[in-house]
């Protein structure tokens, strides 16, 4: 089993800067991608940023810029760095990781954090 905890949300003034982490542990074989979606009050889920195994970065247009997504492969460790924030950015937080094994391909979600940007 595979188990995301999450860290670093909280309340943040607009213009303000918060770091997520989310650390996976448990029996990891092969991490394809990690990374984060959101979900806002009364909105679906969105995908936030992604990197993949080979660092490649994926990002939503509404954070692109301001968003910037790490991976600690040795702590197996994703990070978001988030600058600017705007009241737009408060919504939960949700890490995500694609791992495979011999079986097959699951996804594990954390707990989710909340990130709320308001003065």
């Known amino acids: 089993q595979v188990q995301l905890v999450e860290s670093g949300g909280g309340l943040v003034q607009p213009g303000g800067s918060l770091r997520l982490s989310c650390a996976a542990s448990g029996r990891l074989f092969s991490i394809n991608a990690m990374g984060w979606y959101r979900q806002a009050p009364e909105k679906e889920r969105e995908l936030v940023a992604r990197?993949?195994?080979?660092?490649?970065?994926n990002y939503a247009d509404s954070v692109n810029g301001r968003f910037t997504i790490s991976r600690d492969n040795a702590k197996n460790t994703v990070y978001l760095q988030m600058n600017s924030l705007k009241p737009e950015d408060t919504a939960v937080y949700y890490c995500y990781l694609v791992h495979s094994t011999s079986r097959g391909t699951s996804i594990y979600w954390g707990q989710g954090t909340q990130v709320t940007v308001s003065s």
């Open positions: 990197i993949t195994s080979g660092i490649d970065t």
